[in-house]
């Protein structure tokens, strides 16, 4: 399995910005689907971005949509998520995962096999 690193988690005030980042080992990231998820205390792990390994696959949930941006650079193995304007309620840990090579991008948390250890984003009022 690829084993995954998010970083650039902390704290910052509601209408902020933070950026995500996803370092992923092995030499197939090019070829892969990747996604990001999120859990809140109290609550299931739910879906935010996913971006498939072809052009111009990508899926947002409806709670982050026109805010957060999925991306990746597959010369440096990383994914990202910028994140704006956040409100409280974007207070969570969040993940980074990966699909196996060549499958298409899906909101399924299911269909992902390997998974970052998360980085907790907490946004005050």
């Known amino acids: 399995q690829v084993q995954l690193v998010e970083s650039g988690g902390g704290l910052v005030q509601a209408g902020g910005s933070l950026r995500l980042s996803c370092a992923a080992s092995g030499r197939t990231f090019s070829s892969t689907a990747m996604g990001w998820f999120r859990q809140a205390p109290g609550k299931e792990r739910e879906f935010v971005a996913a971006?498939?390994?072809?052009?111009?696959?990508?899926y947002y949930a409806d709670s982050v949509k026109g805010r957060f941006t999925i991306s990746r650079d597959n010369a440096k193995n990383t994914l990202y998520l910028q994140m704006n304007s956040l409100k409280p309620e974007d207070t969570a840990v969040y993940y980074c995962?990966?699909?196996?090579?060549?499958?298409?991008?899906?909101?399924?948390?299911?269909?992902?096999?390997?998974w970052g250890q998360g980085t907790q984003v907490t946004v005050s009022s």
């Open positions: 995962a990966a699909c196996r090579p060549f499958r298409i991008a899906t909101i399924k948390g299911g269909e992902y096999d390997s």
């Open positions: 971006i498939g390994w072809m052009l111009g696959e990508l």
